[in-house]
Nanobody
Framework: QVQLAESGGGLVQAGGSLRLSCAASGRPGGKYAMAWFRQAPGKEREFVAHITWNGDNTYYTDSVKGRFTISRANVGNTVYLQMNSLKPEDTAVYYC??????????????????WGQGTQVTVSS
């Protein structure tokens, strides 16, 4: 089993920044592709960003391009989401997800087989 633990959420004013972290632990070992999703109240969970197991490729949803950056530590399975120029519409619970046994793909919830509990991000106007 793989466990994912997010941290770094909080309350920030519009235009501010936050950095989320997600640490993976458990077995199997190795490196996984990982991603961030978010879910705002009354809305479906949506894809935010994805990074491949080796960090060579990243993908973003259009609404965060140029503002958010996903990265990963060189060792292990810790990923980060640097969020700049935050907007009230970025308010959501942010979830970390990993593809451990799934396909070499990204973006759709069904590809990811492990999920964290989520961390709240609130952006005030």
């Amino acid at each position: 089993q793989v466990q994912l633990a997010e941290s770094g959420g909080g309350l920030v004013q519009a235009g501010g920044s936050l950095r989320l972290s997600c640490a993976a632990s458990g077995r199997p070992g190795g490196k996984y592709a990982m991603a961030w999703f978010r879910q705002a109240p009354g809305k479906e969970r949506e894809f935010v960003a994805h990074i491949t197991w080796n960090g060579d490729n990243t993908y973003y949803t259009d609404s965060v391009k140029g503002r958010f950056t996903i990265s990963r530590a060189n060792v292990g399975n810790t990923v980060y989401l640097q969020m700049n120029s935050l907007k009230p519409e970025d308010t959501a619970v942010y979830y970390c997800a990993a593809i451990v046994h799934g396909p070499n793909a990204h973006g759709q919830s069904r590809y990811y087989d492990y999920w964290g509990q989520g961390t709240q991000v609130t952006v005030s106007s």
